[in-house]
């Protein structure tokens, strides 16, 4: 057994420098689209810009494009557009995204099949120009739902569902969810193709053949979630849509699992803290309860987060009383240089652009945290990078 002193945290300074300041090339492209007022921008702003679930009925209606920055195990800009968005509109090249989210609002029972009819035309023009893309229906605000039809699975039946919910509109929304899915795949068996001719002219949509391909292999990567802002749906079905972006992600499940095996625990999940998804899992005995289960587990201790603190001694072994606290990302309101940058690299950094590793504190402790939910059930959290 080794005895040299545990590490309170290393640099985590890349290895390779950022991409000259807005150049987004390097970014993963994901294009949110769906009718007015189904939910487009609160689904992105809760989720990775943090807004307050309490402020989303204060939303106006979106007027233009609006690209959201978000850095996690990978750089992401994901677009949020009008509803009357078009793709003939888009700036950049439509097969430079890797993903096309669709928000559905499952209680406007009177619009979503116009809105099913412009997925299926964006998903199949998207397919063309780039097969490899992804694409997710987003069936949004589920919170009139029992917990019974979460889930992405297929509804129970009519008959056993909760009273109240039935009671709450005309046309039941578990109706709709069902609907929604069977309409996506009638509309792609019977979709135009010849009207596409012009887009790939070496391609010949006419044939039968063809036209079956496309559509069954939309069918079987195409994504339905069911989400909602009050729960943790919404940020299982973005988890869902990330890993599909990721490249690397077959590397990190399998350091998960190594991990998982050599610690003996049963689970390991990585997650993104500030916006709560999970990047990755090990994938042994997963299941959606216990990743509930453990992202509400986040989200409420993350809650909290800040009255963590480090006290730190000045030079000398005496305080003046203040204390430095430390955030949990383990960067500290203050240090002894005043300047938030490491002296110690300050030369050899010159010229580049500055980012959140200058005013880390490789010394700073980063947060853990161990909680007993039940006699043989442990859940516990290490951070491990800002």
């Not at 233009?64 to 078009?86: A, H, V």
């Not at 950049?92 to 499952?106: A, E, Q, R, W």
């Not at 116009?114 to 605000?141: C, D, G, Q, T, Y």
Request: charged residues 25%.
């Amino acid at each position: 057994m080794s005895t040299a002193p545990a590490s309170r945290g290393e640099p985590s300074k890349p290895r390779s420098p950022l991409s000259p300041q807005g150049d987004d090339s390097g970014r993963k492209k994901i294009l949110v689209m769906g009718s007015r007022k189904a939910g487009k921008s609160s689904v992105i702003k809760t989720v990775f810009q943090q807004v307050p679930v309490k402020d989303v009925p204060y939303f106006g209606v979106t007027q233009r494009i609006e690209k959201i920055n978000y850095d996690t195990i990978m750089p992401l800009q994901i677009w949020d557009t009008p509803s009357n968005f078009e793709l003939d509109q888009l700036e950049v090249p439509l097969g430079s995204f890797s993903t096309i989210v669709y928000v559905m609002d499952m209680q406007q029972d009177d619009s979503y099949h116009e809105a099913i009819l412009r997925f299926v035309n964006i998903m199949i023009r998207a397919h063309i120009v780039n097969p490899s893309m992804k694409f997710s229906v987003f069936i949004h605000k589920s919170e009139v739902l029992s917990e019974d039809y979460r889930g992405g699975g297929p509804p129970v039946p009519y008959h056993t569902a909760d009273p109240a919910v039935l009671r709450a509109a005309a046309h039941s929304p578990v109706e709709n969810y069902a609907e929604i899915q069977r309409v996506v795949s009638e509309e792609l068996e019977d979709f135009p193709y010849h009207t596409l001719q012009a887009q790939d002219p070496h391609t010949n949509f006419s044939d039968i053949a063809t036209q079956q391909q496309i559509a069954n292999q939309l069918l079987s990567e195409l994504r339905f979630e069911v989400t909602s802002i009050h729960n943790v749906t919404l940020r299982d079905a973005w988890s869902k849509v990330i890993q599909g972006c990721m490249e690397m992600l077959p590397a990190v499940e399998a350091l998960l699992l190594n991990f998982t095996e050599t610690s003996g625990m049963d689970n390991s999940y990585l997650f993104d803290i500030k916006s709560g998804v999970v990047l990755a899992t090990d994938n042994r005995h997963r299941n959606d309860a216990t990743l509930e289960q453990v992202t509400e587990y986040l989200t409420r201790f993350l809650q909290f987060r800040d009255l963590y603190k480090d006290l730190r001694h000045q030079p000398g072994g005496e305080t003046n009383g203040e204390a430095i606290h430390a955030d949990a990302n383990g960067n500290s309101n203050g240090n002894e240089n005043g300047s938030g940058v490491d002296e110690a690299n300050g030369d050899d950094e010159e010229g580049e652009p500055e980012g959140w590793w200058d005013e880390e504190d490789p010394s700073a402790p980063w947060m853990t945290q161990s909680t007993r939910l039940m006699p043989n059930t442990t859940i516990s959290l290490w951070q491990f990078t800002p």
